[in-house]
């Protein structure tokens, strides 16, 4: 099902875990919803990246320039 960005960000506050499609998404907005997973207590699963350069899963888990420390992020290839 497809959802607008600002309903999965608040989808993200309220439930356990996310499972996203990254072909549905840009990488800006991967990156984003990655930002509020860090915040959250959602666990964030990001599925079908296969078509992401390194350079793309690099900035979906960088926050604000530093690596993520993020526990709530799982990309899968």
């Excluded at 608040?10 to 996203?20: A, G, Q």
């Excluded at 990254?22 to 959250?40: G, M, P």
């Excluded at 699963?45 to 604000?64: A, F, G, S, Y």
């Amino acid at each position: 099902m497809s959802r607008e960005k600002h309903e999965v960000i608040e989808i993200l506050s309220y439930v356990p875990e996310v499972i996203i499609d990254a072909s549905d998404w840009s990488v800006d907005d991967l990156q984003n919803f990655a930002s509020v997973s860090s915040i959250s207590n959602s666990k964030l699963i990001i599925k079908n990246t296969k078509h992401l350069t390194c350079d793309e899963i690099e900035r979906v888990i960088m926050i604000k320039g530093n690596r993520t420390k993020n526990n709530n992020l799982a990309l899968e290839l």
